[in-house]
């Protein structure tokens, strides 16, 4: 069996961003599979069949990927940003362990890549250049008590917080919950970033303190970091800069 | 003032890990700032001084890179990993904060790059694939009483959790003191993935339940993630996977 399975982050958006490593094993390929945004970043080229997918069939998608690669393709899953953070590489996996033993022998590799809360921050500075958390914020797969738990929490250990899918479309409401949490826990002037589209040609970058936060700031493109009590702004002529200290005072 | 200052993430070892983005950056600098073994990473060249430095003098690096670029050189300052975490991101921003008014004038960026942790968990399947935080587990620059708040909260919160810098050298017990507190929070099979040396040919990946994690397991060159009460391994002839699913039961 020569087939394999790779699943490669494609990092936020600017193909200056995609590693090398990743570069190559798309141009190894014979099948990239994907959500259909992410899969029309992949030039198409003789030999190579493109597999887009609507959202929200993860599952099949991954199965579909590891049939292809137990017969002898050579599969790239292509995720944006990291594969790891809130994206494919787990999909593929609670698919390999719930489907047939000899899925297990497939070669397969996740690529990482530079997920969204990285590449935001670099944006802005470093606000997560301190002891930070990620969450989630859809309640598509977690009951939404525990996102509030976990928020609470996080701010108790004064973490910075980056927020992944910050407006479900299931929940919409979910921000303007978190929003609420964070101001009976924080003070008024807690940095909150709205990174959208991040590296892309519409990209916009918005630092607010809490008390001006609005929940329609956010939207499924909106990647949103919440300062620690740490977190400074540094104001300037240019765009302010963002960043978390590496000591505690 | 032509100079400019770029923050440039190298990842984590491996050549094939750093994005385009700064592979140009570096093509473009006339000086390299940073500690010993990253700024070697770096070929020399005509036009390119390099300047490397001991470890823990991050601040004085800064504010010498600062200066260079205000006096119009094209400097890159090079982290390991990301520059954002636990890197010198934030070291440049505090000294940009403590200098000059004239160095907030400065072209500055950041350019994110491929953190341990997101290339550990790629490395044996997608631990970090739910909710997780990273912790500096070096009590240099914050009290050790506020790590051990932020990791019994970090397990209450059951976020995965994933640790930079496990052996201090100025408490090398912090590892073990870590270990004896998740002993009390967690069941003894909770999965933990020592990465050392991650992506370079020196790298070594063991995972453990916590009944069999030994203090000694980690080093200065050490990434450990500590799986959450959902995180699986997937046995199989090959090397096991490791694994957070998406959903939470």
Chains 1, 2 share one sequence.
């Not at 980056?162 to 009976?184: I, Q």
Request: proline letters at 7%.
């Amino acid at each position: 069996m020569s087939g394999w399975l790779v699943v490669a982050g494609l990092g936020p958006g600017n193909e200056a961003l995609v590693t090398p490593e990743v570069t190559t094993a798309l141009a190894q390929a014979t099948d990239i599979v994907g959500y259909i945004p992410y899969v029309a970043r992949v030039a198409p080229r003789d030999g190579l069949t493109l597999h887009p997918t609507d959202n929200r069939v993860e599952g099949e998608r991954a199965a579909h990927a590891l049939e292809m690669a137990a017969a002898g393709r050579r599969v790239v899953v292509v995720s944006s940003g990291d594969p790891g953070v809130f994206a494919m590489a787990a999909a593929v996996f609670e698919a390999l362990e719930a489907g047939p033993d000899t899925w297990r022998d497939i070669d397969i590799r996740v690529l990482p890549g530079i997920t969204a809360m990285l590449a935001a921050s670099a944006r802005v500075g470093a606000p997560l250049g301190h002891d930070f958390c990620a969450i989630n914020l859809s309640d598509n797969l977690k009951p939404w008590e525990l996102i509030e738990r976990r928020l609470r929490l996080a701010v108790e250990a004064d973490f910075a917080i980056a927020l992944y899918n910050p407006r479900s479309k299931a929940r919409p409401e979910g921000f303007a919950r978190t929003l609420g949490l964070l101001r009976e826990a924080c003070d008024d002037d807690r940095p909150i970033l709205f990174a959208r589209a991040v590296s892309t040609p519409e990209e916009v970058l918005t630092i607010v303190p809490l008390s001006q936060a609005k929940p329609e700031m956010a939207d499924m493109r909106t990647m949103i970091i919440i300062g620690s009590s740490q977190t400074r702004v540094i104001t300037r002529a240019g765009a302010p800069i963002l960043y978390t200290p590496r000591s505690v005072i």
